[in-house]
Structure formats: C-alpha cells, structure tokens
C-alpha cells in the first residue's frame, strides 16, 4: 500500500507544480502594460524666458490627440486669456493661437486633451515674456 500512496502522492505534486511553473513562466515573459500618454514638450519651452510673446503655442504628446476633446488655454500675467479660437490637432501635436499680447510676465499654458485610446491628460507649462527694452 505505501507504493500506492507514495506514487499517487508524486502525481499530485506534479499535477500541482506544472501550472505553477508554466504560470510563474508567463508572468516572468509577458509584456509590460502599455503606458498612458504623456507630454513629450512645448514650444514655446517649459518655464523659457522670450524677448516677445509668441502667436501659438504648440503641445506635442506621446500619442495621437483626438480633436474632439482637445483644451487649451493660455493665460496671461493680468489673468486674460489670450487663445484665439479653438486649438487644432495634427496627430500628436495640439496648437493654439493667440491674441496679441503685450505684456511682459509669466504665461501659463493648461491644457486637458484624450488621447486616440480614449485616456485623458491634464496639466500646465509656463513660459516668461520679458518686459521690452526701454
């Protein structure tokens, strides 16, 4: 009787660590999850400092933008907002025009757009005008 037990019981842990292991196996060799959409840069530049204000301002993102949900607004140093229409979407690029401005300071560029796989990206790049010389 021990044969038969001893055998059975070698069976069992083989039918347990097969799955184990071919488990422990795909774990180890599966891709990494896909990551969500990021912003790559801006022109004009995070915190650049510009003789004169620009006439748009451009967001480029790791992914495609969806033009149906793209937002974006710049501010300017007395709080005016200074876009000029709506912000147009070419692939991964957003890009919006502005008013002119005459105003030195610090311009706050927010922004809230979704990607083509639907995830949603938010938040703000600032860039200075100095004041013009005198």
Known sequence: MRIRHSRAARTAVRSLLLPLAVGGLLAVSAPPAAAHTELNGSDPANDAVLDAAPRTVTLTFSDPMSQAYAQLAVTGPDGAALGDGAPAVAGREVTLSLKEARTAGRYTVGYRVVSADGHPVSG??????????T
């Open 124 to 133: 703000t790049s600032a860039f200075t005008v100095r004041p013009a010389p």
